[in-house]
């Protein structure tokens, strides 16, 4: 039985890839800087604890505590999910995103290039380290950050590469674009539009939500992830996205269209966010070529799939925050 180490395990990337993990037969032991969350947000409780156990490990303060992980369970992959990964609060705090998007990252893959159990090291990266992406933007485009986050990304990115070229680190990198579904964090505008409708609050639309973005289902991107991790070529970055981009406008009007809300009743134009990239689209050609990889969850049917889970699940949902909490 193969192991796997997913660090950001109670992201919600991370825990839809446990989902596909223990469904594959993979032992798992998940770590984050944070308690566990109940099966409304991670859905690989399904499974049970035979072969997942979770750690609760900072990537940042306890550095020994997960190598020390590392070096007893002694995977055949790590995939590294954490990152301070909103844009907007960067701003006010970009030494933290550095911390933990490229100091501990630096970190991480010093500590893993030295270690002959690794056969694959994961990182999930994000095309927001290309700025605006317009056109088709292959793997090979150049780094163009506009926001701290997207800096921050873009540096630890780099350093994990200067493994590659120096030790032969067997990196693989994950750039994913907008990723949605059940289970998505409250604040995200797909749950937040739902749930902001069902409760008869205001949605608000940055820039009037004319920025273009790239939405594809959690499962999707999960399974690109995977087939990377098993297949994927070390030195690669591997792209994941769908065949069109969408206006959040237009995804906000779909989300009011399927639950008869009216879109002039229930949103309100706001200023834009600092460095908001015009669009959001890359080329994902590696990833379908080498892995015969495709999106096969429609954006209509994901979206259905997000408004079934808040009426399944609203009597917990409608007792939390809509906003974002920073954490350090």
Request: charge should be neutral; proline fraction near 5%.
């Amino acid at each position: 039985m193969k192991k796997v180490c997913v660090i950001g395990s109670n992201s919600f990337s991370g825990g839809d890839f446990i989902d596909l993990l223990l469904e594959n037969g993979y032992e798992v032991a998940g770590v984050s800087r944070s308690e566990e969350k109940s099966g409304v947000f991670l859905p690989y409780k399904r499974h049970g604890t035979q072969r997942f156990r979770f750690h609760r490990l900072d990537l940042n303060r306890d550095k020994d505590g997960l190598f020390g992980l590392l070096s007893e369970f002694r995977p055949d992959y790590v995939v590294n999910f954490a990152a301070q990964s909103e844009v907007a609060p960067s701003w006010a705090n970009p030494g933290q995103w550095f911390r933990t998007n490229a100091v501990a990252v630096a970190d991480l893959g010093d500590f893993l290039r030295k270690q002959s159990w690794l056969k694959k090291y994961v990182h999930i990266s994000s095309p927001e380290v290309y700025g605006t992406c317009v056109g088709t933007v292959k793997e090979d485009a150049p780094l163009n950050p506009s926001t701290p986050y997207a800096a921050s990304k873009a540096a630890g990115d780099l350093f994990l590469f200067t493994l590659v070229k120096n030790y032969g680190f067997p990196l693989v990198m994950i750039r994913a674009t907008n990723v949605y579904g059940a289970r998505q964090q409250l604040f995200k505008i797909i749950p937040r539009t739902v749930i902001s409708i069902k409760s008869g609050r205001t949605v608000e639309l940055h820039g009037g939500g004319k920025a273009v973005k790239s939405y594809i289902h959690i499962r999707d991107v999960s399974r690109g992830e995977l087939s990377a991790m098993e297949s994927g070529r070390p030195g690669l970055i591997y792209h994941l996205s769908p065949d069109a981009g969408i206006s959040v406008r237009d995804l906000v009007g779909k989300i009011c269209a399927r639950m008869g809300a009216d879109f002039g009743a229930v949103t309100r134009a706001t200023g834009e966010r600092p460095g908001q990239d015009a669009a959001y689209v890359i080329d994902s050609g590696r990833a379908r070529g080498e892995f015969g990889w495709k999106p096969e969850i429609s954006l209509e049917e994901g979206l259905g799939e997000v408004v079934d889970w808040v009426e399944k699940e609203w009597e917990e949902i409608r007792r939390l925050p809509l906003e974002y909490a920073h954490k350090e």
